[in-house]
C-alpha cells in the first residue's frame, strides 16, 4: 500500500516537473480547510441587503442564494476532473492553457495578479481593519496618519489607521507563508475552524430566535414570492417576470462572488498529497459545506429580521443587526470579532494560492524569472513577495468624489470592474474540460465530472445567462473589466519575445 501511494507521488511529481520540489505537505483536511476558509469572508455577513432590495421577498432571497450554489457546486464538480488530471500548481492559468492555448492562460493569470488576486487581499484586509475598529475604535478610514494627497482628479493616496492595520495585516500573512507551507496551513486550519464556529454560534441564534418567536419567520414566507421595496435596474424591477429575472441574474455579483476563490485550492496542487484523489474530493466537500451554511444563514436572517429590516440593516450589516436583535447591544463587538477571524484566515488563503500562479507563469518565462523559483522552505518565496507588494500598493489609493467629499477605494472599483471577466474565464474553463476530452480522450483520467455532460453544460448555460445580464445591465461596471483583461495582450506579447530571444541566446 505505501509503496503505491508513493508510486503514485512520482508519477504526479513527474506530471508537474518542476513542482516535484513542493513540499507535499496538505491532505484532505487541509484542502477542504482553504476551499471553505478563501470562501467565507465578509460577504455573507453583508451582501443578502444589498440582493434583498434587488428581489424583494423571503423567497426570491433563498432562490438568489441557491442560484449561486448550484452554480458553485457544480462549477466545482467540473474543476475537479481537471485538478485530477493536471495535479501541478498554477490552477486555472494551467487549464486554460492547455484546453487553448498559453495567451488565454497568460490573460487570466494577468488579470488574476494585477486585480484578481491582489485586489481581493487588499479588500479583505481592508475589512478585517474596518471590523476591527469594533475593539479599537482609533481604527477608522478617517482617522489619518497620512491626510488624503490629491494626485488626479477623483483620485487621492493617504494612509489611515484601518490602512495601516491593513498593510501589517498583508505583511505578516505574506512572511507567514514564505516559511513554509506548513506555516500556511497551520493558519488557515486554525482561523478556518474558527470562522466556522462562529458561523455556527450565529446559526444557534436564529433558531433560538423562532423558537422563541416565530413569527417573524411565518410573516416572511406568507408572503414570500411578492417583490417589495424593490430596487430599479436601469427602468426594470423585480415586480415583472423579465425584471425577476434580471435581479436573479444581476444579484449573483453578491451571492456568486461571496462564495468566490473556492478554486483557489487548484493553485496549490503540488503541494496537495495525493491530488488525483483530495483535490475533486476536497473541492466538492468544501463548496458543499459553505453553500450549505450560506443558506442557513439567510434563513436565519429571516428568522429573526423582516424583510424590509434586511433590506434597511446600516450600512448593509445583516449579522450585526441580527445579533442586536436577539442579543441587544453585543452584535457591534461581536460580529466585529467574528469577521476579524473571518477575514484574517480569507487573506492567508488569498495569499497561499495567488504565489503558486505566478511562479508557474514564470516558469513558462512569461513573469519574472525569480518568480518561477523556490525558496529552501520549498515555496515560491519571491512570488509571495511581489504578490503581497502589489497589494500592498492596492490600499493606498483611494477615489474622491467631489460632490459628497467622500473617499472610497480603487481597488473596489476595480474588483467590481473584473467580476464580469472572472465569471467568463470560469465558463472557458469549464467549457476546456469539453475540449480536453476531445483533443486528449486517452489522458489520465482518475476523477471524471459526475454528470458530464449535463452538469458543467448546465453550469456554462447558467453563468452566461448571469454575464449576459451583467453586459446588458451593469455595462459601466462590465466593460472596463474587459480592457484589463486585454491590456495583458502587448505584456504577453513582450514577454514571449522576451523568452525566445533568450532561449535563442542560450542555444
Given at each position: 500500500?505505501?509503496q503505491?501511494?508513493?508510486?503514485?507521488?512520482?508519477?504526479?511529481?513527474?506530471?508537474?516537473?518542476?513542482?516535484?520540489?513542493?513540499?507535499?505537505?496538505?491532505?484532505?483536511?487541509?484542502?477542504?480547510?482553504?476551499?471553505a476558509?478563501?470562501?467565507?469572508?465578509?460577504g455573507?455577513?453583508?451582501?443578502?441587503?444589498?440582493?434583498?432590495?434587488?428581489?424583494?421577498?423571503?423567497?426570491?432571497?433563498?432562490?438568489?442564494?441557491?442560484?449561486?450554489?448550484?452554480?458553485?457546486?457544480?462549477?466545482?464538480?467540473?474543476?475537479?476532473?481537471?485538478?485530477?488530471?493536471?495535479?501541478?500548481?498554477?490552477?486555472?492559468?494551467?487549464?486554460l492553457?492547455?484546453?487553448?492555448?498559453?495567451?488565454?492562460?497568460?490573460?487570466?493569470?494577468?488579470?488574476?495578479?494585477t486585480?484578481?488576486?491582489?485586489?481581493?487581499?487588499?479588500?479583505?484586509?481592508?475589512?478585517?481593519?474596518?471590523f476591527?475598529?469594533?475593539?479599537?475604535?482609533?481604527?477608522?478610514?478617517?482617522?489619518?496618519?497620512?491626510?488624503?494627497i490629491?494626485?488626479l482628479?477623483?483620485?487621492?493616496?493617504?494612509?489611515?489607521?484601518?490602512?495601516?492595520?491593513?498593510?501589517?495585516?498583508?505583511?505578516?500573512?505574506?512572511?507567514?507563508?514564505?516559511?513554509g507551507v506548513?506555516?500556511?496551513?497551520?493558519?488557515?486550519?486554525?482561523f478556518?475552524?474558527?470562522?466556522?464556529?462562529g458561523?455556527?454560534?450565529?446559526?444557534?441564534?436564529?433558531?433560538?430566535?423562532?423558537?422563541?418567536?416565530?413569527?417573524?419567520?411565518?410573516?416572511?414566507?406568507?408572503?414570500?414570492?411578492?417583490?417589495?421595496?424593490?430596487?430599479?435596474?436601469?427602468?426594470?424591477?423585480?415586480?415583472?417576470?423579465?425584471?425577476?429575472?434580471v435581479?436573479?441574474?444581476?444579484?449573483?455579483?453578491g451571492?456568486?462572488?461571496?462564495?468566490?476563490?473556492w478554486?483557489?485550492?487548484?493553485?496549490?496542487?503540488?503541494?496537495?498529497?495525493?491530488?488525483?484523489?483530495?483535490?475533486p474530493?476536497?473541492?466538492?466537500?468544501?463548496?458543499?459545506?459553505?453553500?450549505?451554511?450560506?443558506?442557513?444563514?439567510?434563513?436565519?436572517?429571516?428568522?429573526?429580521?423582516?424583510?424590509?429590516?434586511?433590506?434597511?440593516?446600516?450600512g448593509?450589516?445583516?449579522?450585526?443587526?441580527?445579533?442586536?436583535?436577539?442579543?441587544?447591544?453585543?452584535?457591534?463587538?461581536?460580529?466585529?470579532?467574528?469577521?476579524?477571524?473571518?477575514?484574517?484566515?480569507?487573506?492567508?488563503?488569498?495569499?497561499?494560492a495567488?504565489?503558486?500562479?505566478?511562479?508557474?507563469?514564470?516558469?513558462?518565462?512569461?513573469?519574472?524569472r525569480?518568480?518561477?523559483?523556490?525558496?529552501?522552505?520549498?515555496?515560491?518565496?519571491?512570488?509571495?513577495?511581489?504578490?503581497?507588494?502589489?497589494?500592498?500598493?492596492?490600499?493606498?489609493?483611494?477615489?474622491?468624489?467631489?460632490?459628497?467629499?467622500?473617499?472610497?477605494?480603487?481597488?473596489?472599483?476595480?474588483?467590481?470592474?473584473?467580476?464580469?471577466?472572472?465569471?467568463?474565464?470560469?465558463i472557458?474553463?469549464?467549457?476546456?474540460?469539453?475540449?480536453?476530452?476531445?483533443?486528449?480522450?486517452?489522458?489520465?483520467?482518475?476523477?471524471?465530472?459526475?454528470?458530464?455532460?449535463?452538469?458543467?453544460?448546465?453550469?456554462?448555460?447558467?453563468?452566461?445567462?448571469?454575464?449576459?445580464?451583467?453586459?446588458?445591465?451593469?455595462t459601466?461596471?462590465?466593460?472596463?473589466?474587459?480592457?484589463?483583461v486585454?491590456?495583458?495582450?502587448?505584456?504577453?506579447?513582450?514577454?514571449?519575445?522576451?523568452?525566445?530571444?533568450?532561449?535563442?541566446?542560450?542555444?
Amino acid at each position: 500500500m505505501q509503496q503505491a501511494e508513493e508510486d503514485l507521488r512520482a508519477i504526479d511529481a513527474a506530471a508537474s516537473g518542476e513542482h516535484a520540489h513542493f513540499h507535499k505537505a496538505l491532505g484532505l483536511f487541509d484542502s477542504v480547510m482553504i476551499v471553505a476558509g478563501v470562501m467565507v469572508g465578509s460577504g455573507i455577513f453583508i451582501v443578502s441587503a444589498e440582493i434583498s432590495r434587488q428581489v424583494g421577498s423571503a423567497g426570491w432571497l433563498l432562490v438568489a442564494w441557491t442560484i449561486a450554489g448550484v452554480l458553485t457546486v457544480f462549477g466545482a464538480l467540473s474543476y475537479g476532473e481537471l485538478a485530477a488530471m493536471m495535479p501541478s500548481a498554477g490552477g486555472m492559468y494551467i487549464y486554460l492553457r492547455e484546453a487553448f492555448s498559453p495567451l488565454l492562460g497568460f490573460l487570466y493569470g494577468w488579470t488574476l495578479l494585477t486585480v484578481i488576486q491582489t485586489g481581493s487581499i487588499a479588500a479583505v484586509a481592508i475589512a478585517f481593519a474596518r471590523f476591527s475598529g469594533a475593539l479599537f475604535p482609533f481604527v477608522d478610514e478617517s482617522h489619518y496618519l497620512i491626510a488624503p494627497i490629491h494626485i488626479l482628479p477623483g483620485y487621492a493616496l493617504s494612509l489611515s489607521t484601518a490602512q495601516a492595520v491593513a498593510l501589517v495585516v498583508i505583511l505578516l500573512i505574506c512572511f507567514i507563508n514564505t516559511r513554509g507551507v506548513t506555516w500556511g496551513k497551520l493558519i488557515q486550519n486554525v482561523f478556518t475552524i474558527a470562522k466556522l464556529a462562529g458561523v455556527v454560534l450565529l446559526l444557534a441564534l436564529g433558531v433560538f430566535a423562532f423558537v422563541r418567536n416565530p413569527s417573524v419567520f411565518h410573516a416572511n414566507f406568507a408572503d414570500a414570492w411578492r417583490p417589495q421595496h424593490v430596487a430599479l435596474i436601469h427602468t426594470l424591477d423585480a415586480t415583472t417576470a423579465f425584471g425577476l429575472f434580471v435581479a436573479l441574474c444581476v444579484s449573483q455579483t453578491g451571492s456568486l462572488f461571496s462564495a468566490d476563490s473556492w478554486h483557489d485550492l487548484t493553485f496549490v496542487a503540488g503541494e496537495v498529497r495525493n491530488p488525483r484523489r483530495n483535490l475533486p474530493l476536497a473541492l466538492g466537500l468544501g463548496t458543499g459545506l459553505v453553500i450549505g451554511l450560506y443558506l442557513l444563514c439567510n434563513l436565519c436572517y429571516l428568522a429573526v429580521l423582516p424583510v424590509s429590516a434586511i433590506q434597511t440593516a446600516p450600512g448593509d450589516r445583516v449579522a450585526t443587526l441580527v445579533v442586536d436583535t436577539v442579543l441587544p447591544g453585543i452584535g457591534k463587538l461581536a460580529m466585529g470579532c467574528l469577521i476579524m477571524v473571518s477575514t484574517f484566515g480569507t487573506v492567508n488563503a488569498l495569499t497561499l494560492a495567488g504565489g503558486r500562479a505566478c511562479y508557474a507563469m514564470a516558469q513558462d518565462g512569461l513573469f519574472f524569472r525569480r518568480a518561477g523559483t523556490l525558496n529552501r522552505n520549498r515555496v515560491p518565496g519571491w512570488a509571495l513577495a511581489i504578490q503581497c507588494l502589489w497589494s500592498l500598493l492596492l490600499v493606498l489609493p483611494r477615489t474622491y468624489a467631489a460632490a459628497t467629499h467622500t473617499y472610497g477605494n480603487l481597488y473596489s472599483n476595480l474588483l467590481d470592474y473584473v467580476i464580469s471577466a472572472a465569471l467568463l474565464f470560469y465558463i472557458l474553463t469549464v467549457a476546456g474540460l469539453f475540449r480536453l476530452r476531445s483533443t486528449r480522450p486517452d489522458a489520465p483520467r482518475p476523477y471524471r465530472c459526475w454528470g458530464y455532460p449535463w452538469l458543467p453544460a448546465l453550469y456554462i448555460a447558467g453563468a452566461s445567462a448571469v454575464l449576459a445580464m451583467l453586459f446588458a445591465y451593469r455595462t459601466t461596471t462590465t466593460w472596463p473589466g474587459l480592457l484589463i483583461v486585454l491590456s495583458g495582450v502587448p505584456v504577453y506579447l513582450l514577454l514571449r519575445k522576451n523568452s525566445s530571444q533568450a532561449g535563442s541566446a542560450a542555444r
